[in-house]
């Protein structure tokens, strides 16, 4: 499901390339976009979910049912009321917002004007949303993973809509866009509504600040609000960086960081959502063994995916960036692999409601990669670099594997994550294969002049050559050093 829903991404990302380009209401869009999608990251996909789970899942095996009936009730309304004052105070303050995100918009008026206005359409999203993710954290506590991971589906085709139809019928077509996001809130919410219902856990919203439970999430949550969200902060520094050099520069990055996203989202969220209830549920039931066996199970596995997707990035970044979105801008998106592995790692300490760790790594890899991106745009400027944007790309990798690094070796001091040798040989075999996979892809690959002089259909076609012969070339080698079913499926 979550393939599906990247790949829908993808096909959104396609058509908003094809109809508004890198120009400068795209890059107005963009910044409406990103505000609110910060903030689902940090409230929904981040520090409220890896908060909200733990919790729910020590009141499903250590209370009662009416006890965690009641704490959803109490989570659902105090949540939702919060969350519909921040809206409010979005739609009203959305220039301020816009100003402090984007200042170099300030001394283009329309181009400010546009973002404000449509980020008052976009903001409201984060209510929705937000409600939408505690409804995905409870399915996944109940092991009903298909639903929430269907659910951004919705978003992907409501966007698609309509660009295709909406647009061309309004003054600014971009707008449309804006009212997409929005359909996709109302719509993704309603969606799971009726699978909570037949699993008996729909909330009835009740305010409940003082309950032990919520108070319990809210201390969880303020580091982890932080911590879970490193990423995101320095993506909107990097939109804000961006926002001062030429027109198309936060789109650039836009597209560049969705080729990023999509291995990310196929493999290191879907096995994240996985492996977080089940790591709760290990902690409180079945002992320390089986913790520490299912974290490195998926080490090994998102080792195993995110290698060779960095490898492939990295060689094959511009005629993917050709056959998706028409143009060949460079990005750095070998920190794949970091971030997929942040996602794992991290679970190791949300599960046990550790949530400082991460925050004090976190807040170290974002420093790191704030100075990294003004270093290195001011080098690239001054020295007359063509696309100083990569700079910002750059600095996110560096810090990204600074990041993963910092994590594994806390994981490896409290004894959870297993000796180096564990992991030593695998790697070894996976390194190994993708050298291999690397060889043969820059034998076959052809002149770079043959993507700009091929039509999309011909692009794609050349691109599958390519990746379908190295992904099975990939298999084939590791099935010959010793990799079986048992090493994917715990």
Known sequence: MTFLSRLLGLARDIVIARFFSASDAADAFFVAFKIPNFLRRLFAEGAFSLAFVPVLTEYRNNYTAAQTRDLIDRVAGTLGFILLLLSLFGVIASPLLIGVFAAGFIDQPAKFDLTADMLRITFPYILLISMTAMSGGMLNTWKRFAVPAFTPVLLNLSMIGCAVYLSPRLDLPITALAWGVLIAGVAQLLFQLPFLYREGLLPRPKWGWRHEGVQKIIRLMIPALFGSSVAQINLLFDTFIASFLVTGSVSWLYYSDRLLEFPLGVFGIALATVVLPNLSEAHYKKGATHFNDTLRWAIQLSLLIAVPATFGLFLLAQPILATLFQYGAFSANDSIMAAILIKIL?????????????????????????????????????????????????????????????????????????????????????????????????????????????????????????????????????????FRRQHIVA
């Open 346 to 482: 991290a679970s190791g300490f949300y599960a046990r409601q550790d949530t400082r760790t991460p925050v004090r790594i976190g807040v170290q890899a974002m420093i790191l990669n704030m100075l990294l991106n003004v270093v290195l745009v001011v080098w690239m400027v001054q020295s007359g670099f063509i696309a100083p944007h990569v700079g910002l790309a750059l600095a996110t990798t560096a810090s990204a594997y600074f990041n993963a690094y910092r994590l594994a070796r806390e994981l490896r001091r409290d004894a959870i994550l297993g000796p180096v040798e564990t992991f030593s040989l695998p790697l070894l075999k996976i390194l190994g294969a993708c050298i291999a996979m690397g060889l043969l892809i820059h034998f076959m690959l052809p002149n770079v002049d043959l993507w700009s002089e091929l039509r999309w259909f011909g692009r794609l076609r050349e691109l599958a050559i390519l990746i379908l012969p190295a992904i099975l070339f990939y298999g084939i080698l590791l099935w010959i050093m010793g």
